[in-house]
């Protein structure tokens, strides 16, 4: 069964650091690209960052540039994001998601993808 399970969430004062994890299993994780997204409450889904399988293609929302890093270690089935210098705009449910069929802008501006995580919460607060 394939499966993808964010862990690292949490509470984190603005200004700080954050990393997230996605865990594959069930598939082969090299064979798909991978994105984190997010949504805050009453707002739409925004793709957040997304990487290709062999990771030599990266999409940042305009959002997050310059402060987010994704990357992934395919021998883990894995895909990290890096989140620094936090802010509370950034507060939001997480969810990473998996697909083998797409390019990494088309995943992350559409927002669309095969398989989901049920989400890690991140809270940027004082």
């Known amino acids: 069964q394939l499966q993808v399970v964010e862990s690292g969430g949490g509470l984190v004062q603005p200004g700080g650091s954050l990393r997230l994890s996605c865990a594959a299993s069930g598939f082969t994780a090299e064979y798909y690209a991978i994105g984190w997204f997010r949504q805050a409450p009453g707002k739409e889904r925004e793709g957040v960052s997304c990487?290709?399988?062999?990771?030599?293609?990266?999409y940042y929302a305009d959002s997050v540039k310059g402060r987010f890093t994704i990357s992934r270690d395919n021998a883990k089935n894995t895909v990290y994001l890096q989140m620094n210098s936090l802010k509370p705009e950034d507060t939001a449910t997480y969810y990473c998601?998996?697909?083998?069929?797409?390019?990494?802008?088309?995943?992350?501006?559409?927002?669309?993808?095969?398989?989901w995580g049920q989400g890690t919460q991140v809270t940027v607060s004082s």
């Open positions: 998601a998996a697909d083998a069929f797409t390019t990494v802008q088309n995943m992350c501006v559409r927002t669309r993808a095969d398989y």
């Open positions: 990487i290709s399988g062999s990771g030599g293609n990266i």
